[in-house]
């Protein structure tokens, strides 16, 4: 490195424009692969951009703690936008008010599946315990699960990595098993993605349709509800 | 668009408050999606400004979650060692969820939508 490149190393390790920036770099090129695969489920844009920033920083010899200080920007948006979802979900309020039991019933059936099938296969494959009590919450949006890891004796940061797997994964998934299942309301679509895959799983529904997203977003703040009153008394039951 | 910010922040920071005044397991954002929904419907619905600021910023949802998802690279060493039961829980155990609250919501929706059919 010239001497002069090297300053400007030393300015930009030091300043969160880089991590802002990247972050906001990585996503417009994960959008714009995901436009080019038509939308595809498989290219999810969360995904992408994690990978291209996770070997950017590995490359570079970047921490996570520099990186951080400046796409904590970003990241500090996802409070605004939770509280931005009461406006979708408000543009469906006629349709949520009469179907209010079957939702409460789905979501009881949702909320405990999410986190005793993850709890069981993860024990039934070797998990150590604080991994499975980690993957407990891991269908719940991020400030919830982790506040409901520490509760139940889990580890915070691995859950939150546990979560973001999750919402990816069913993101991308979701679809097939909808075609699979011949599920076509998109409002059930919506709602079951939002169970298992919060945040992650709403921004897919969105993409669907505006219906599939507010359901989601409901689906979303019930489960992470639920999930925080149930937790803590099931799991102690559940691991002995 | 700032006036649409200013009451999502707005919200947010009485959601905080109130979560953390009485100790509730719910998040401060989750509570100001609350508020703000029992104030819209108080209201009558949002005014165009809130609900074009409010596309805005959820049509980029996915972004939001990026900086937490590179967290990742904090964990290379238990991922590696239990990657195996990790990826099938997850896998199987999402898939799982999906497909079961869909088939029972549609089931619910169904019996709930034509009682007069039901025996």
Do not use: C
């Not at chain 1, 669907?208 to 099931?234: D, I, R, W, Y």
């Amino acid at each position: 490195m010239t001497p002069q490149l090297g300053e400007a190393w030393v300015y930009l390790a030091a300043s969160p424009l880089l991590g802002l920036t990247m972050t906001l770099l990585a996503y417009q090129g994960a959008t714009w692969l995901h436009r080019r695969s038509g939308g595809h489920p498989l290219a999810n844009p969360v995904l992408l951009a994690v990978a291209v920033l996770v070997a950017l920083l590995a490359l570079t010899g970047t921490s996570y703690q520099t990186y951080f200080d400046g796409a904590q920007f970003v990241h500090f948006l996802l409070g605004p936008a939770t509280v931005a979802l009461a406006i979708p979900l408000y543009a469906q309020f006629d349709r949520l008010r009469r179907m209010a039991l079957p939702l409460l019933g789905a979501l009881l059936v949702g909320s405990l599946t999410a986190a005793l099938s993850a709890v069981a296969i993860g024990g039934l494959l070797g998990a150590s315990e604080a991994t499975q009590l980690s993957l407990a919450p891991k269908s719940v949006t991020t400030p919830i699960a982790m506040g409901i890891a520490e509760r139940i004796g889990g580890l915070p940061s691995l859950t939150a990595i546990l979560v973001i797997a999750t919402g990816i994964l069913g993101a991308m998934g979701a679809s097939f098993i909808y075609r699979a299942l011949k599920i076509e309301d998109d409002a059930v679509r919506g709602f079951a993605l939002g169970i298992a895959s919060h945040g992650i799983g709403t921004a897919r529904a969105f993409q669907e349709s505006e219906q599939a997203g507010a359901f989601a977003a409901l689906a979303m703040g019930l489960n992470g509800l639920m999930t925080a009153l149930l937790l803590p008394v099931v799991m102690p039951w559940v691991t002995g | 668009m700032i006036g649409a910010i200013t009451l999502l922040l707005v919200f947010q920071l009485l959601g905080e408050v109130i979560a953390r005044t009485l100790a509730l397991p719910i998040p401060g954002p989750v509570i100001g999606m609350a508020l703000l929904f029992a104030a819209l419907a108080l209201r009558g619905g949002p005014s165009a400004d809130l609900r074009d600021t409010a596309q805005g910023l959820l049509q980029h949802l996915s972004l939001l979650f990026v900086p937490a998802g590179t967290g990742v690279m904090l964990h290379y060493q238990r991922l590696s060692d239990e990657w195996l039961p990790l990826a099938v829980s997850l896998l199987l155990s999402t898939a799982l969820t999906i497909g079961l609250s869909a088939l029972v919501l549609r089931l619910l929706i169904r019996r709930s939508a034509a009682p007069k059919d039901a025996s």
